[in-house]
Structures are given as structure tokens and as C-alpha cells.
């Protein structure tokens, strides 16, 4: 365990490669994003199913620039992204998010590549889509093409794996040995995130002692979690978009 998030992201340096747990605002390892904000590493690598939104989660880290390439399966929440990918200022692989989480996944597993339907017949599977811009809206460096094959007289193309430098996740509950349990949607990409991880750092918001999680409720065991620090259980969650009833007309 480690005394602070600084302390647990110290060695993420410059150019690093990044998988970040969450999925819109929910789930994200907000503290963890905000740490390595304070390093002043840039360059950065980043996976994740978003980018944050503008002023949250990795957002903060893309107002500074501090993001070079971003594999994701959703950016419209962000218009600072939208600007700078379109503007030539960072690098964006888009993949269908079923397609992301299998990559994930199967770079925990040790999987280097696998064949699936999503894509077949798109840009996805037949490139060209745009990767790079240039300062006049040219396109530098496009998708390839993917390799396809035939299995039961359908066509599958080839997705490779994801592995990176070092996964970031929020979990409500971790014990001494990595164990971990997520709260409900809090759940999404992060056990994903921490397979993909070669370093994987856990926030949680309660740490216990091993043997206190029941077996049957651990949803990603440890031996995924090399890192793991206590956040409060009050830190920052902010909520994407709130939507309410309207009330009615003599209502209480």
C-alpha cells in the first residue's frame, strides 16, 4: 500500500502509456489523474473508453496538453478534444467499445490478437479513418487496413490486444492483497483497465485486511494490482449530465 497518490504514481513518466478506468464520469480514478496532473509529465499514451469531459477526469490532463494519442471508443463530451484532434495536436484511434474492452481483456490474458464481426465492412476493418490531422485539416496518418479471415462463412478482421505502461483504477473496496470490489456502474472498464495494466494502481476508497472479502465477492483479484492507495470515500464524483423530473403543477 502506499502512503499518498503521489507516491504511487511517481514513476509514470514522460511518454508513458496509460489505461484509465471509467466510463463517461463514472468509475474514473479521479485522484490518481489528478496526481499525475501535479508531475508535469506529458507525452502521454492514453486508453480509455473517453477522455474525460472539459475541466474533469483525464480532461484536466488533455487541457494541458499533456496527451499525445488516445485510444477510445467515445469523445463527444469533450470540446477541447474535438479541437485539438481536429487542430493536429493529438492522435486518436477510435474503436468500437466492444472491440476496446476485448483488447483490454485480451492483453491481460496474455492474448496477443483476436478475430471478431464488429468492424467488418467499415472503416473499422478497411481503413482510412483518420488517425492524424494536419495544421490544414489534411490527413497525416490514417487507420490500416485489417487483416481478414473467414470462419463459418463469415468475415472477422483482426484486432490486436492492449497492453500499457500503467493502469489506473477506482474500486469502493480493496484489501491488502489487491482484491478488489467495484460499486455497481462504478464497475465499467475498470477491471479491464487493470488487466491491461503492467503496473496496475488501485484508488479505493476502503481498504481492508486480506481474508475480510468474502471469495465469492471479489470481482478482480489481485494478482492484476501491484499499487493501491485510499482515497476518501467523499472525494470528487461530479455527475456528467442531471437529468430531473419536472415537478408538477401543485406538487409537493
Same mark, same amino acid.
Request: aromatic share 6%.
Given at each position: 500500500?502506499?502512503?499518498? #497518490?503521489?507516491?504511487?504514481?511517481?514513476?509514470?513518466?514522460?511518454?508513458?502509456?496509460?489505461?484509465?478506468?471509467?466510463?463517461?464520469?463514472?468509475?474514473?480514478?479521479?485522484?490518481?489523474?489528478?496526481?499525475?496532473?501535479?508531475?508535469?509529465?506529458?507525452?502521454?499514451?492514453?486508453?480509455?473508453?473517453?477522455?474525460?469531459?472539459? %475541466?474533469?477526469?483525464?480532461?484536466?490532463?488533455?487541457?494541458?496538453?499533456?496527451?499525445?494519442?488516445?485510444?477510445?471508443?467515445?469523445?463527444?463530451?469533450?470540446?477541447?478534444?474535438?479541437?485539438?484532434?481536429?487542430?493536429?495536436?493529438?492522435?486518436?484511434?477510435? #474503436?468500437?467499445?466492444? #472491440?476496446?474492452?476485448?483488447?483490454?481483456?485480451?492483453? =491481460?490474458?496474455?492474448?496477443?490478437?483476436?478475430?471478431?464481426?464488429?468492424?467488418?465492412?467499415? +472503416?473499422? %476493418?478497411?481503413? =482510412?479513418?483518420?488517425?492524424?490531422? =494536419?495544421?490544414?485539416?489534411?490527413?497525416?496518418?490514417?487507420?490500416?487496413?485489417?487483416?481478414?479471415?473467414?470462419?463459418?462463412?463469415?468475415?472477422?478482421?483482426?484486432?490486436?490486444?492492449?497492453?500499457?505502461?500503467?493502469?489506473?483504477?477506482?474500486?469502493?473496496?480493496?484489501?491488502?492483497?489487491?482484491?478488489?470490489?467495484?460499486?455497481?456502474?462504478?464497475?465499467?472498464?475498470?477491471?479491464?483497465?487493470?488487466?491491461?495494466?503492467?503496473?496496475?494502481?488501485?484508488?479505493?476508497?476502503?481498504?481492508?485486511?486480506?481474508?475480510?472479502?468474502?471469495?465469492?465477492?471479489?470481482?478482480? *483479484? %489481485?494478482?492484476?494490482?501491484?499499487?493501491? +492507495?485510499?482515497?476518501? *470515500?467523499?472525494?470528487?464524483?461530479?455527475?456528467?449530465?442531471?437529468?430531473?423530473?419536472?415537478?408538477?403543477?401543485?406538487?409537493?
Amino acid at each position: 500500500m502506499f502512503a499518498s #497518490t503521489a507516491a504511487a504514481v511517481a514513476d509514470v513518466s514522460e511518454g508513458s502509456s496509460l489505461c484509465v478506468g471509467g466510463f463517461g464520469l463514472c468509475g474514473v480514478p479521479f485522484a490518481l489523474i489528478d496526481a499525475i496532473l501535479q508531475r508535469s509529465v506529458g507525452n502521454l499514451h492514453v486508453v480509455s473508453n473517453n477522455c474525460g469531459t472539459d %475541466g474533469a477526469g483525464l480532461g484536466v490532463l488533455l487541457a494541458q496538453h499533456r496527451i499525445a494519442r488516445v485510444t477510445a471508443s467515445y469523445v463527444g463530451e469533450n470540446a477541447e478534444f474535438a479541437r485539438q484532434y481536429l487542430a493536429g495536436e493529438l492522435e486518436l484511434e477510435l #474503436t468500437p467499445q466492444g #472491440t476496446l474492452a476485448e483488447r483490454m481483456r485480451a492483453g =491481460g490474458c496474455g492474448i496477443p490478437a483476436f478475430y471478431t464481426p464488429a468492424g467488418v465492412g467499415t +472503416v473499422v %476493418g478497411n481503413g =482510412g479513418l483518420p488517425w492524424r490531422y =494536419g495544421a490544414n485539416a489534411e490527413v497525416l496518418r490514417e487507420s490500416p487496413r485489417k487483416e481478414t479471415r473467414q470462419f463459418n462463412s463469415r468475415d472477422y478482421i483482426l484486432e490486436e490486444s492492449i497492453t500499457t505502461d500503467f493502469a489506473l483504477v477506482h474500486a469502493a473496496v480493496a484489501d491488502d492483497a489487491g482484491n478488489l470490489v467495484f460499486h455497481e456502474a462504478a464497475r465499467n472498464f475498470n477491471p479491464l483497465c487493470a488487466m491491461a495494466g503492467r503496473i496496475t494502481i488501485v484508488e479505493a476508497e476502503e481498504i481492508v485486511s486480506a481474508g475480510e472479502i468474502a471469495p465469492d465477492d471479489v470481482q478482480l *483479484p %489481485g494478482i492484476f494490482v501491484q499499487r493501491i +492507495v485510499r482515497v476518501p *470515500p467523499d472525494a470528487t464524483k461530479p455527475i456528467e449530465r442531471l437529468t430531473v423530473k419536472r415537478q408538477e403543477a401543485g406538487g409537493s
